[in-house]
């Protein structure tokens, strides 16, 4: 029972609480006006039999329009209170305008009597009033002040266009005589006549807008002269002055919130200069942290930047106006959608860029090799792209991403400190001794240009092949940007060598059974004559002979 008794009580208050809430909203839906000539006279609450408040209203309105209408009615004075036993009839020679019962007097708070004489004197105040509006001299009035008004309109419109052309003349002689140009280098960035153009667009947008303005003003005023269109002069202000009484209040509301997001983003904004000046003496090498690399500083700040940034949105972005609503939510769902669905290849280009800058495979300027196909030297190494001008001068775009997944040889890394081989294979024959072939391989790299004295070329003998012996010639140089020259140069210091000193390069490799022709170098002396062996002819050919 001690658990039941609250349930109980709860659900008797629900129930009392029910009728309460109907009866309100009841009240709030039982009220009608009586209007004359587009004003309010009074307000009509509740039922009467079977008339609801609006029906009680609507009669009323149009019983005080018709007796306002016709001048054999009588005057305002002619609207009286006849006392009944259940109600007070406010009358008008015989019509009943409206009837004011004991209900209508609880709901007011008023005697029945003295509910029925206000509201007859509202009626009568409103007879007066729109009789006086619609008068003979009352309207010769209204037409003059029309008339008054719309030849101020008339005055401000042809001021405004005078005042607009003389702006001009005055406008054109200030900037012919007051600005030079600006130049950069050979281009001219800014003169006169674009001077005199923007201010030209500014002037003729402000008197559209001033000319706008003034008929804002001019319709409204023009309408509300009239009694039967009085009624839609607030209208018409109301279509302009409500937006702006709203934002008004609006903003004074948001000071507050304005206050913290500029607070908040001008720690930001100072947190960031910091941050950019360490970065910068890092870069500079003014600043050193261990382990932290000076082409890391920059890309770094750039990351930091992002995520603060990222931060501060995330931080001031309830205070912002209009994020609690639908459609701001709607509109950031479908940015962040969007933003996903398209940047896919982006995000991985971005992502491998960075990976590309903390894994510090080559910088700019270094002679690299990205797979098997594209080889230069790296000109920029942005977040998302890298590009590389080979040997032939052809700029080179790659993806990060795509970089990132082939191997990257950099030759440049430590050819300063160390030096890089440039190595070639040469293939001799076995009757020439190797010491002999050493050294004429070491002697052509020693006089080629840019090949190091230290270290010292070396020789490889890499492999024994049938007719012949590859030689391997391993050469230093300090650069790797133009290794192409240095090889053909070499290349060719190799046949002079050679050939100086009688010694034949089996590259290709020749056939071990020589028909006695000279070797294949040149100036070779062919010696004696050359012999031919070849096949007999058919059978009836004798046994194989050597010709002269």
Do not use: C
Not at 52 to 77: I, Y
Not at 377 to 383: G, N, Q, S
Not at 463 to 492: C, F, I, K, M, W
């Amino acid at each position: 029972m001690k658990k039941i008794a609250p349930l109980l009580l709860l659900l008797i208050a629900m129930l009392s609480a029910a009728p309460a809430r109907a009866a309100a909203q009841e009240t709030s839906a039982s009220t009608a006006a009586v209007t004359l000539g587009g004003r309010t006279v009074l307000i009509v609450s509740g039922r009467e039999l079977s008339l609801t408040p609006q029906e009680r209203a609507q009669r009323a309105s149009e019983r005080l329009l018709a007796l306002s209408r016709d001048p054999m009615a009588g005057g305002p004075d002619a609207i009286k209170v006849s006392e009944g036993e259940d109600s007070s009839d406010v009358v008008a020679g015989g019509t009943v305008l409206i009837s004011v019962t004991d209900r209508d007097a609880r709901r007011a708070g008023l005697d029945r009597r003295e509910l029925a004489a206000r509201d007859a004197d509202l009626m009568r105040e409103a007879m007066s009033s729109y009789r006086r509006d619609h008068g003979a001299r009352s309207l010769l009035l209204d037409a003059l002040l029309a008339l008054f008004s719309t030849a101020v309109f008339i005055l401000l419109l042809k001021l405004l266009a005078s005042a607009h052309a003389a702006s001009a003349g005055r406008m054109e002689a200030w900037v012919k005589g007051n600005i030079r140009p600006l130049r950069v280098q050979q281009v001219e960035l800014l003169n006169a006549r674009h001077v005199l153009r923007a201010l030209g667009a500014f002037f003729s947008t402000v008197r559209l807008l001033l000319t706008l303005l003034l008929v804002y003003f001019y319709v409204p005023t023009l309408l509300s002269f009239f009694p039967w269109t009085r009624g839609l002069s607030p209208v018409l202000f109301g279509y302009v002055l409500h937006p702006v009484y709203a934002l008004i209040k609006a903003f004074f509301g948001y000071l507050p919130n304005l206050i913290f997001v500029a607070v908040i983003v001008t720690l930001v904004h100072y947190l960031l200069k910091l941050l950019h000046v360490v970065a910068e003496d890092v870069h500079q090498g003014r600043l050193t942290l261990g382990g932290f690399y000076p082409d890391w500083a920059k890309p770094t700040f750039q990351i930091a930047r992002l995520a603060v940034w990222a931060l501060t949105l995330v931080i001031v972005f309830p205070y912002l106006p209009g994020s609690g609503s639908p459609a701001f939510k709607g509109v950031s769902v479908f940015l962040g959608v969007l933003l996903s669905l398209g940047s896919s290849s982006a995000v991985s280009n971005a992502v491998a860029g960075v990976m590309l800058t903390y894994m510090r495979p080559f910088s700019v300027g270094d002679r690299v090799r990205i797979g098997d196909n594209i080889a230069g030297d790296v000109l920029e190494r942005t977040l998302l792209v890298t590009r590389i001008r080979t040997i032939k001068h052809v700029v080179v775009t790659m993806p990060n991403s795509l970089v990132l997944a082939n191997h990257i040889m950099n030759l440049s890394a430590h050819a300063k400190e160390e030096g890089l081989i440039l190595n070639t294979s040469v293939t001799i024959g076995y009757d020439v001794p190797w010491p002999k072939v050493h050294q004429l391989l070491i002697s052509a790299a020693e006089s080629t240009e840019r090949v190091l004295k230290e270290p010292k070329p070396f020789v490889l003998q890499r492999a024994l092949n049938d007719y012949n012996v590859q030689y391997e010639l391993n050469a230093y140089v300090g650069d790797p940007h133009g290794s192409s020259r240095v090889y053909s140069n070499l290349h060719a210091a190799i046949q002079d060598k050679f050939n100086a000193a009688g010694v034949e390069i089996m590259s290709p490799a020749y056939a071990a059974l020589r028909d006695g022709n000279a070797p294949a170098r040149p100036g070779a002396d062919p010696g004696g004559r050359a012999f031919r062996v070849q096949a007999p002819p058919g059978p009836a050919a004798g046994r194989s002979s050597s010709l002269p």
